[in-house]
């Protein structure tokens, strides 16, 4: 059975199970937070390549993946603007070193 799942992007894909053992053991209801594997993402519509179905996540809540979601991005984003300004230095420096 094929489902429509969101991802804390906006990101809206279809998704079945992986397993039979996933279809058995649970049946993911509207609301429901489950996690799945994927082949990567398409770049046009940042969908997930062959996504299926891997679990259903009891242990947490939709605010709570958005929330961390968010907290990723942030980071993210500040990783490469540490990386940029390093790069930056160690350009100026080569650039006086040879003079």
Not at 5 to 20: D, K, L, M, V
Not at 27 to 32: F, K, L
Request: glycine share 6%; aromatic share 10%.
């Amino acid at each position: 059975m094929i489902n429509k799942y969101n991802r804390p992007n906006g990101i809206r894909f279809e998704a079945q199970a992986g397993t039979t053992e996933f279809a058995k053991r649970w049946d993911p209801q509207p609301g429901d937070v489950v996690s799945f594997k994927h082949h990567g993402f398409l770049l046009a519509s940042k969908k997930p390549k062959f996504p299926t179905l891997h679990r259903v996540r009891t242990d947490v809540k939709w605010e709570d993946v958005v929330n961390e979601w968010q907290k990723q991005k942030i980071s993210r984003t500040g990783k490469l603007s540490v990386f940029i300004i390093i790069i930056i230095i160690i350009i100026i420096i080569i650039m006086n070193s040879d003079k």
